[in-house]
T-cell receptor, first 114, second 117 residues
Framework: AQSVTQLGSHVSVSEGALVLLRCNYSSSVPPYLFWYVQYPNQGLQLLLKYTTGATLVKGINGFEAEFKKSETSFHLTKPSAHMSDAAEYFCAVSEGTAGNKLTFGGGTRVLVKP | EAGVTQFPSHSVIEKGQTVTLRCDPISGHDNLYWYRRVMGKEIKFLLHFVKESKQDESGMPNNRFLAERTGGTYSTLKVQPAELEDSGVYFC???????????????FGNGTRLTVT
């Protein structure tokens, strides 16, 4: 069985500061890993994904994440926070053969302070 | 292209009543998924259609939930009778059929917020 743990249900960052959202997973097979973002009153939008190959993955809006197998982590970062980054972020894992049957973490709500 | 559309956006019903949620996937997407987020909990998988067939319904909580996808187009999720613990946000998502997972990104709708009182 798979599971995802996101450390911190709420994170507050200053505009221009580093955004770091932590995600740890467990999976019995090589995982596919995802970060999704949900802006208010909208659906989930894919930020980035890791399937195979390069472990540093770049996504939209300046976000990137690094897959570290030894640490079972897939932390999300952005060097400089913007007010528009205020949203809820979800880490998710799937077994490659399971298609889009995703197991999500609990979500981290990001507040950006001016 | 139109995105995944869900109706209604909000629904408030009393315990014991019936509610039907609808999802219109992106045209041409064979895969349709239902997910649910109960208040304060994780988003959880409910089921997966490939065209009109149920590929995986392992996440359906109990037999009060019935999902259909007649003709392989839109899908409905009926809750009958609704219980208090069914309150939450129900998300629908779709992706193209065939090919590998990473070539078929998941597109989510805005969700239906269901409140059972």
């Amino acid at each position: 069985a798979q599971s995802v743990t996101q450390l911190g249900s709420h994170v507050s960052v200053s505009e221009g500061a580093l955004v770091l959202l932590r995600c740890n997973y467990s999976s019995s097979v090589p995982p596919y890993l995802f970060w999704y973002v949900q802006y208010p009153n909208q659906g989930l939008q894919l930020l980035l994904k890791y399937t195979t190959g390069a472990t540093l993955v770049k996504g939209i809006n300046g976000f990137e994440a690094e897959f570290k197998k030894s640490e079972t982590s897939f932390h999300l970062t952005k060097p400089s926070a913007h007010m528009s980054d205020a949203a809820e972020y979800f880490c998710a894992v799937s077994e490659g053969t399971a298609g889009n049957k995703l197991t999500f973490g609990g979500g981290t709500r990001v507040l950006v302070k001016p | 292209e139109a995105g995944v559309t869900q109706f209604p956006s909000h629904s408030v019903i009393e315990k014991g009543q019936t509610v039907t949620l609808r999802c219109d996937p992106i045209s041409g997407h064979d895969n349709l998924y239902w997910y649910r987020r109960v208040m304060g909990k994780e988003i959880k998988f409910l089921l997966h259609f490939v065209k009109e067939s149920k590929q995986d319904e392992s996440g359906m909580p109990n037999n009060r939930f019935l999902a259909e996808r007649t003709g392989g187009t839109y899908s409905t999720l009926k809750v009958q009778p609704a219980e208090l613990e069914d309150s939450g946000v129900y998300f629908c998502a779709s992706s193209q059929g065939a090919g590998r997972l990473y070539n078929s990104p998941l597109h989510f709708g805005n969700g239906t917020r269901l409140t059972v009182t």
